[in-house]
Each structure stands twice: as C-alpha cells, then as structure tokens.
C-alpha cells in the first residue's frame, strides 16, 4: 500500500489532469478486493478435490470432488458447472457421473473418439435417475449441493474423469489452469490448483488405508457481489407496540418498467397471469417477480409480536414473489444480540453460528424437511412463517431504538437489504402493558 500511495503522490506532481490519476488509481493492482469475504462465515468455502486414482496407458483416471464448507450457502437447481483448461493437450476418455456439455474436435483420433476433446471442457453433474453403470458414489443429484451445516450427507459431489495425452507418471502430470465454478452462475472465485499430500481412503471396515497417486485442490469463495448485481431479497418490520409497518426499500431489486419493458414484473390479479408464467422464456431461472414496490423475489418480514414478563417473541415470514422458483433447502441467516437467549422455535430447524468465536448472535434457521423446507413460488402457499421465543436478558434487553430487530439477514447466503435505521418502528412514549 505504501508503495502505491508514493506512485499516487509522484502521480499528482506529474500531471495536472485529474483523469490520469483516476486511471492510474483504478489500474493499480495494490489495491485488493474484500468482496469475497463473508464476515459470517469467513471460512466457508468451495474444495474441489482432484485425486488421480490409477495410471493407464496414455494418462490417468482421476476423482473429483467438490466440498462445500459454507455453512448456508448451497448450490440449488439447476447445479453447478465446473471449467477449466488445460495444461497440455489432455482429452477426455470417458466419464463417470458427470458428462462435458461439449464434444469439441475430436477428428484428429481415428477408431475410439474421446468423450471431450476441448481444451477447456465445462463438465456438469447428471441427473437423478442415471444407469447405475454411469454412476460413482456422492454423484447424479442434478449438481444440487447442501450446505455443511443443512445436510452434511449431501454436501458434496463427485465424478470420476479418464484423462488421456496426459503424463502418466507424479513427474510428467501437469495440473489444469483457470477453474472457473458456476452454481448456478458467476458468483465463485476459484484460485489455482495446488499439489498437495495424497489423499487417504479408509476402508468401510477401518481396517486398510490406501491413498491417492496424486492429489491436488482447488479453493473456490463466494463473491455476493460477482453473483448478481441488483439484491434478491429485503427486509420489512412491524412491532406490537407501534402501527407503523415498515416495508422493503423502494426499488431494493430494480423499479416496475412495464412501459418501457413490458414483463418486467407480473401484477398480481392480472387475468394472464398464468399464460405469462407458462409462456416465460428458455431460462426459467430468470425471476419473474409479481409487481411490487421493492420487486425482490424473497421478502423477509420480522414482527416483534408479544412482550412477555420474562420473554418476548417474534414471528418471522419469507414470502416468496418469484413465479418461477421453487426454493427447495431454503435457509434463513440472522444475526441479532438476543440469540444467545433463544428459548423455543416453532416449525424451524435452527442452528447457532458463532463466526466471532464465543459470542453467541448469530442463527441458521432452515425448513422441517416434508413441512416447510419447500418454499413454493409466488401465489397462497408462497410463504412459510414461525415464531422465536426469547428470554429477556435484564442487562441488555430493551424496546428502545429498534433494538428487537435483526442487525443482518441472509437468505440461502445473499445479503437481503434491511430498512434504513431511522425508519424503524419506535417505541411510544407510553410503554405498551407487558403480559403477565
């Protein structure tokens, strides 16, 4: 940093022309980005495993495997894709639960075609009910991956890669550059690969280890930022101790421009509303948000219900206004002081995070599985609600100046936009009756 803050002084005595220096200011690679890092779960991250199993004649079979560390943060439908390239002029033989989604050239082999040719191949997983013949373990779920936290058994996917005009020796492999992982679009860094010890294999008995010939990994991070660049989700509060309901920042998501761009948005009542649905376009991932003022697909809403003599409860909301998602494995990440003094939480799971070691603020709320893990799209039955009770702590607990409201949310690991502080629901002058 210092020595780009002397490039910036020499800079300034050099030109006169604020436009040189503002170029220069961009263009200088001392300044590094934070956008990756995610205060609330600073070590999550993306693993991915390459473990070269067996030599063969002209290469090498390999099984990769993705680990997804993040506490919250999963890869939901329609999956991940992974891509890289090449370091030599490596084919693919053949593959086991994944496929490329690209052949490439392949004419130069004459007899046996290789599965992929490309010297950067994009491979996804396959689908749920695959042969078994095309299958390996942790494989075929449609490239959806659990967080840790949510469900370890389903936190990670694999596929198993015969590699050709490859070394076949630890001194003549060379790793592949570039990885670049989209679930299930940009959102993911990947660094570069790096050797390290060969992994360890216990039999299901525990009675023999065998290891890898070769292994190397590649970390992959979030970038919210990368991700999108509008928010997907927002905030809203009410209390019983005041009328006012706070509502999602106007345009949090984008604003309504159904003259300019008619479809933008669908209206809730509108009589073609299901031709519009059915009739959306190829991606049906794009949202198509019913028309509201802030037009997020998710909203949040938190009420600060009932104050007790010694607890005070709180019910929480997602309703969903996308028509064309359902969020299966939806999770809720809420960071507020009270946690620590959580009592009962009705029809959620939940789980506490302590990303600050032992202070105790932070919740990972997630859906009964065959209840409400199903967040189903926009209509009646797009919301799933339940309630916190929580023990009032005397020495920190209060009404005043929007205490009982969350300091952050996530929704399934984005960063959903809260209310500005000072439009927050404020307690009266004349303290409403605490029930017995």
Not at 19 to 24: Q, R
Not at 284 to 308: A, D, E, G, N
Request: aromatic share 12%; with cysteine; proline share 7%.
């Amino acid at each position: 940093m210092g020595f780009c803050l002397s490039l910036i002084s020499r800079s300034i005595s050099s030109f006169c022309g604020c436009t040189i220096l503002l170029l220069f200011l961009l263009s200088c690679s001392c300044f590094t980005s934070t956008e990756a890092y995610d205060a609330l779960d600073p070590n999550g991250n993306i693993t991915i495993k390459w473990d070269i199993m067996s030599w063969t004649p002209d290469g090498y079979v390999a099984v990769v495997t993705m680990y997804n560390f993040q506490q919250y943060r999963h890869i939901q439908s329609p999956g991940w894709s992974l891509q890289w390239t090449w370091a030599k002029k490596e084919v693919i033989w053949s593959m086991l639960g994944g496929q490329t989604t690209e052949q490439g050239d392949c004419s130069r082999f004459k007899g046996n075609v290789p599965h992929c040719c490309k010297k950067d191949p994009t491979v996804v997983d396959l689908l749920p009910g695959t042969p078994y013949n095309q299958q390996i373990a942790n494989c075929c779920k449609g490239g959806v991956v659990s967080s840790w936290v949510q469900d370890p058994a389903n936190a990670a996917s694999s596929f198993q890669v015969s590699v050709g005009s490859a070394g076949t020796t630890n001194k003549t492999v060379r790793v592949p550059k570039n990885f670049t992982l989209k679930a299930p679009g940009p959102g993911y860094t990947c660094g570069p690969a790096k050797i390290v010890k060969p992994t360890r294999f216990v039999t299901q008995d525990g009675r023999r280890v065998t290891q890898a010939l070769m292994t190397w990994n590649v970390t992959c991070t979030y970038s919210q930022f990368l991700s999108q660049k509008t928010p997907t989700c927002c905030v809203s509060l009410s209390s019983f101790y005041n009328d006012t309901i706070v509502p999602c920042p106007t345009c949090t998501c984008g604003c309504q421009n159904n003259i300019t761009q008619p479809g933008s948005c669908v209206e809730e009542d509108s009589p073609y509303l299901a031709s519009v649905v059915s009739g959306s376009g190829k991606n049906s991932y794009t949202p198509l948000v019913q028309c509201t003022k802030h037009m997020c697909p998710i909203r949040v809403h938190w009420h600060v219900k009932l104050s007790y003599k010694e607890y005070w409860r709180v019910k929480v909301t997602i309703t969903n206004f996308n028509y064309r998602m359902n969020y299966t494995q939806w999770n809720l990440v809420v960071q507020h002081p009270n946690f620590d003094n959580l009592t009962q939480i009705f029809s959620f799971n939940y789980k506490s995070l302590t990303p600050y070691a032992a202070i105790n603020d932070t919740a990972m709320l997630w859906g009964v599985k065959f209840y409400n893990d199903l967040l189903v799209q926009a209509g009646p039955l797009g919301n799933v609600q339940s309630e916190l009770l929580f023990r009032k702590d005397k020495s920190t607990f209060t009404f005043e100046k929007g205490w009982a409201f969350p300091r952050r949310i996530y929704f399934n690991g984005d960063n959903c936009v809260m209310p500005p502080p000072d439009s927050y629901p404020w307690l009266p002058n004349a303290t409403s009756r605490t029930m017995a």
